[in-house]
């Protein structure tokens, strides 16, 4: 008995062993360093609400919000975070079981009649191709745990990159229900004004329809801005999970400039190396599956099985010794489990080549559309906004002289109005571009 309680003691250690390697946290601090490197934003696990967290609605309730507070919220409030961070709770467990060998088997039997003594016959046995394979086993864990641990920082930034989205969209929205009143407004004015002089006789039928046409038309481009405005600002409700309609907050009131400088391809290259994370989940997931094709290649042999036997005959004698159960490869050579894990390192390889190829052709294209947005943003700015106001000033002093008619000014300023319409489109398509590129920098979806 003494013997088998020792193997009994040694099959625990061995077991405890491998348990003791599995972080207590999940890997939830990793993920947080990752996520608060990037984006100097935090993130922490929270129980299921009903309601808004009372943070939220302090950061919200009448505030004028700007994309990284949208951000903090939605990371706070949004339970698909939650759901994402939970996902390294399973990879744990997975953890855990690649860390552990299964518990040894206990047989026994007792036998009646049985004279002078009753006969029993007791075994204890462990699978001992599960203990030479432990460290294989737990390696390729762990490197399985790494790359969930990318993944979920790689998608919780890109619920980050979604919410940014959502609202510049609906900051260019507001923008141009702004934009599209000034323009319906002016073009009321020149109706109005038609509507008069043509009960004077001054203009034609035709000049008076042209002028209600364009305010008609102008009211229509309102009430599409207006409703693009309302779904907009839902979106941005829901990305940030926000429960309490009567919460009053407000989009903020411009654009932030554009940065300095952006980043050349010199700097992208360097960037892609260290920031990718589905390159570097895509590497441990060819790690794992380099570690487990020995474990394949032996699982011909099955279960090898040793351990103790006692016995004790009718007679009264007890025998104790060791035990080995051996499987014949007759049937089964393994050759299927072989098969699908050389198929598995082979996709895992080739995943990771496709990723790596197509990073830096996805970096150059997401920074050709930045640098190309954020010309349209300087020409806007710079060149055609100055021109269209100065237009504006120079209309107004000849209309001042009688020598430009009333029409010509309405006109001047709905121009001015329209190219400020296409910079609010332009200021827009720079941050998405600009978020876009992070995502690529990334390695998110």
Same mark, same amino acid.
């Not at 052709?361 to 349209?376: H, T, V, Y």
């Given at each position: 008995?003494?013997?088998?309680?020792?193997?009994?003691?040694?099959?625990?250690?061995?077991?405890?062993?491998?348990? #003791?390697?599995?972080?207590?946290?999940?890997?939830?601090?990793?993920?947080?360093?990752?996520?608060?490197?990037?984006?100097?934003?935090?993130?922490?696990?929270?129980?299921?609400?009903?309601?808004?967290?009372?943070?939220?609605?302090?950061?919200?309730?009448?505030?004028?919000?700007?994309?990284?507070?949208?951000?903090?919220?939605?990371?706070?409030?949004?339970?698909?975070?939650?759901?994402?961070?939970?996902?390294?709770?399973?990879?744990?467990?997975?953890?855990?079981?690649?860390?552990?060998?299964?518990?040894?088997?206990?047989?026994?039997?007792?036998?009646?009649?049985?004279?002078?003594?009753?006969?029993?016959?007791?075994?204890?046995? $462990?699978?001992?191709?599960?203990?030479?394979?432990?460290?294989?086993?737990? #390696?390729?864990?762990?490197?399985?745990?790494?790359?969930?641990?990318?993944?979920?920082?790689?998608?919780?930034?890109?619920?980050?990159?979604?919410?940014?989205? /959502?609202?510049?969209?609906?900051?260019?929205?507001?923008?141009?229900?702004?934009?599209?009143?000034?323009?319906?407004?002016?073009?009321?004015?020149?109706?109005?004004?038609? $509507?008069?002089?043509?009960?004077?006789?001054?203009?034609?039928?035709?000049?008076?329809?042209?002028?209600?046409? @364009?305010?008609?038309?102008?009211?229509?481009?309102?009430?599409?801005?207006?409703?693009?405005?309302?779904?907009?600002?839902?979106?941005?409700?829901?990305?940030?999970?926000?429960?309490?309609?009567?919460?009053?907050?407000?989009?903020?009131? /411009?654009?932030?400039?554009?940065?300095?400088?952006?980043?050349?391809?010199?700097?992208?290259?360097?960037?892609?190396?260290?920031?990718?994370?589905?390159? #570097?989940?895509?590497?441990?997931?060819?790690?794992?599956?380099?570690?487990?094709?020995?474990?394949?290649?032996?699982?011909?042999?099955?279960?090898?099985?040793?351990?103790?036997?006692?016995?004790?005959?009718?007679?009264?004698?007890? !025998? !104790?010794?060791?035990?080995?159960?051996?499987?014949?490869?007759?049937?089964?050579?393994?050759?299927?489990?072989?098969?699908?894990?050389?198929?598995?390192?082979?996709?895992?390889?080739?995943?990771?080549?496709?990723?790596? #190829?197509?990073?830096?052709? @996805?970096?150059?294209?997401?920074?050709?559309?930045?640098?190309?947005?954020?010309?349209?943003?300087?020409?806007?700015?710079?060149?055609?906004?100055?021109?269209?106001?100065?237009?504006?000033?120079?209309?107004?002093?000849?209309?001042?002289?009688?020598?430009?008619?009333?029409?010509?000014?309405?006109?001047?300023? @709905?121009?001015?109005?329209?190219?400020?319409?296409?910079?609010?489109?332009?200021?827009?398509?720079?941050?998405?571009?600009? !978020?876009?590129?992070?995502?690529?920098?990334?390695?998110?979806?």
């Amino acid at each position: 008995m003494k013997q088998i309680r020792k193997i009994a003691v040694a099959f625990s250690v061995i077991t405890f062993a491998g348990c #003791a390697t599995v972080p207590r946290d999940a890997g939830l601090s990793d993920v947080q360093n990752e996520v608060s490197g990037r984006s100097r934003q935090k993130i922490a696990i929270r129980q299921p609400a009903a309601t808004d967290d009372e943070s939220v609605r302090a950061t919200l309730q009448g505030r004028k919000l700007d994309a990284e507070t949208a951000v903090a919220v939605a990371l706070a409030n949004n339970p698909q975070v939650q759901i994402e961070l939970a996902q390294l709770g399973l990879a744990r467990a997975d953890l855990i079981e690649a860390s552990t060998i299964r518990n040894p088997i206990f047989s026994g039997e007792i036998r009646f009649p049985g004279s002078p003594a009753k006969p029993y016959e007791i075994a204890l046995t $462990q699978s001992i191709l599960d203990i030479v394979q432990l460290p294989r086993r737990r #390696a390729a864990g762990q490197a399985t745990f790494e790359a969930a641990k990318l993944r979920v920082a790689s998608a919780v930034l890109g619920i980050a990159a979604d919410v940014r989205d /959502d609202f510049f969209d609906l900051l260019a929205a507001s923008q141009r229900v702004a934009a599209n009143r000034a323009i319906t407004e002016a073009a009321r004015a020149a109706a109005d004004l038609a $509507q008069r002089q043509h009960q004077a006789g001054n203009i034609t039928d035709l000049d008076l329809e042209n002028q209600q046409a @364009q305010y008609e038309q102008a009211k229509i481009d309102l009430a599409r801005s207006e409703e693009e405005l309302l779904l907009s600002r839902e979106a941005l409700i829901r990305a940030m999970a926000l429960r309490d309609p009567s919460l009053n907050w407000q989009i903020a009131d /411009d654009f932030p400039s554009p940065a300095a400088n952006e980043p050349n391809e010199t700097d992208l290259i360097e960037l892609l190396a260290t920031r990718r994370l589905d390159i #570097a989940a895509a590497r441990h997931e060819v790690e794992a599956a380099e570690r487990l094709l020995p474990i394949a290649r032996t699982s011909a042999i099955g279960d090898i099985d040793a351990g103790a036997h006692r016995e004790r005959d009718a007679e009264g004698p007890t !025998t !104790t010794g060791p035990a080995l159960s051996l499987p014949i490869p007759i049937f089964n050579r393994g050759r299927a489990a072989r098969e699908r894990a050389e198929t598995q390192l082979t996709i895992s390889r080739q995943r990771l080549a496709s990723i790596t #190829a197509s990073a830096s052709s @996805q970096a150059r294209a997401a920074r050709d559309r930045l640098l190309a947005a954020r010309s349209r943003v300087e020409y806007y700015r710079d060149v055609l906004i100055p021109r269209r106001q100065r237009i504006v000033a120079l209309t107004q002093i000849e209309h001042n002289a009688m020598v430009a008619g009333f029409y010509q000014l309405i006109q001047a300023r @709905q121009n001015e109005a329209s190219a400020r319409r296409e910079y609010i489109d332009a200021q827009r398509d720079y941050w998405i571009a600009r !978020t876009k590129l992070d995502r690529v920098l990334n390695g998110g979806r």
